[in-house]
């Protein structure tokens, strides 16, 4: 007989007795058939910037004819629906499991990608947003969590990272999709019949044209007059609808999900604090080689666990407010989600082209250009995939936190004493080429820092028992915080203008650079168990900074 855990289930015994409940997968594939769902995070979160300028044209052309304010709103709803999704997604993962909750969302993506692109008016838009957002919560939460929970201890932070390098690839992907739909529709453009006071003559004209009339791009008119100018033109058509096909594309990587997910075990370690033991290592035995001399080791770690919680009363939200230990992990994932959705990478996925036609780049230009930023935030999430298992957490994410202050203070400087003052003097400043590298660079360090180490610290800190709820909370207030970012730039960038707005983003990086230099842990070369195990038994945040590698 095998030693027996404290609820006397033969650890030895159970994994010899078990078989496999099928096939069996490497942890690659299960990897990446759960990332779909990042992917499809990425995309839905990406595919907007390049739909934004569309929509801005008269209805008349096609497009929505929306406002600074509704640009906002139409970007902020997704991440308001990603806070409940984030919620209730962790929730329903934590009772039904993550393989569950995958293949449901996948159902949603698919369902909301086509009600957008088919939505009459913007309040319809922000209906089927608001739901979009719901599973770009729930896959936020869910994601991480089945990665962290399926992969081996050795390599579970790069696997974790996967879903980072997912998120930036489906943000790529939904860039250079809206590029190419860019460049096959010419541009926004749109066809003028008459116009009553004489400025453009009848035909065919790109909305940048008609854009640049107005103070906030160079022209002379202000606000109010070009809104005016706009209304009483006569326009027999335009091409406003290309921003439909975007959208309609959100609908492919969700068939996708739920194929894959359907061939995928459930996480092991959700069966077992289920106590389905059996069920437990059959999934486990799915994605471990069969000679693998860690298994045994690995279903007493992850049994052992489960009966330390048998006379515990179920994690509750009340706990993680009460209870000291748990309160102090809260408050530690809370600072991570924040710093992750206040960064200022909203800015560029959503609004960079918005900011680079302000810069002097037209708006197709500025939509297929969009693609660098992916590319770029590509590399970084290949970088940060590599530097998981090679340097400490709390070093790459302080470092990365440092450089993202010091780059969006570069871009204020060129807004505040190059751009703007070119368009006050009704110009058109020649300078989107070096926005857009300071951009990349941006992109380069948040995709390869900030990104991949919160999301995988996410997947660790929590113990099992809340994990999906507690982290479905920090990442809802990330979402809630995402949401007042993107609703709130349109309008700072029309109000305070580009250099106040990235300072404050700076700022705001800097804030969270001091904080997290006192209370962050390192759980890097640790199992979600050591993980656990030294949360409870370490007291005060000075403590717990020390008990892992503390260089900034």
Known sequence: MGAQTPSGVDVEQLCSEVAPSGKHHRILPVALSATLGSILFGYDTGVISGALPYMYMPGVAKGLHITAVEEGGVTAILAVGAAFGAILGGRLSDRYGRRHNLLMLAFIFLGVAIGAAVSPNVWWLYAFRFIMGFAVGGASATVPVYLSETAPRHIRGSIVAMDQFMIVLGQLIAFSVNGVVAQASGGPELTVTSDPSGTLSPGVHTWDSVLNLAASHGGTMSAAAWNQFVAN?????????????????????????????????????????????????????????????????????????????????????????????????????????????????????????????????????????????????????????????????????????????????????????????????????????????????????????????????????????????????????????????????????AGIGGGYSYLVFAAINILWLVILAKIMPETSGKSLEEVEVEFRSVSGTEDLARAGDTTV
């Not at 290592?281 to 489960?306: F, H, Q």
């Not at 206040?342 to 996925?349: A, F, I, P, R, Y």
């Open 233 to 493: 033109l006569s326009i027999s058509g335009g091409n406003g609808g290309t921003w439909r096909i975007m959208i309609l594309t959100c609908s492919v990587p969700a068939i996708a999900l739920w194929i894959c997910m359907h061939r995928m075990p459930e996480s092991p370690r959700w069966y077992a604090t289920q106590k389905r033991y059996y069920d437990f290592v059959g999934s486990l035995k799915r994605i471990r080689p069969a000679d693998s001399p860690g298994l045994v080791t690995e279903a007493r770690e992850g049994i052992a666990l489960s009966d330390s919680l048998e006379n515990a009363d179920r994690a509750t939200l009340k706990d993680l407010f009460t209870t000291p230990w748990l309160r102090r992990i809260f408050w530690i994932g809370l600072v991570l989600s924040l710093a992750n959705k206040t960064s200022g990478v909203d800015t560029v996925m959503f609004y960079a082209p918005k900011v680079l036609s302000y810069a002097g780049l037209d708006t197709s230009a500025s939509i297929t250009l969009q693609i660098v930023n992916g590319v770029v935030g590509i590399a970084g999430a290949l970088i940060g995939i590599l530097i998981m298992s090679k340097l400490p957490r709390r070093r790459v994410l302080l470092t990365a936190l440092g450089l993202c202050a010091a780059i969006l203070l570069a871009i204020a400087g060129l807004f505040a004493f190059v751009i703007e003052p070119r368009l006050a003097a009704g110009g058109r400043p020649p300078l989107g080429v070096a926005v857009l590298v300071l951009m990349a660079l941006f992109m380069l360090v948040v995709q390869g820092g900030n990104g991949t180490v919160v999301w995988a610290l996410l997947g660790e800190i929590f113990p099992s028992q809340i994990r999906g709820l507690a982290s479905g909370i920090v990442i809802a207030a990330g979402w809630i915080a995402s949401a007042i970012t993107m609703f709130a730039f349109p309008s700072m960038m």
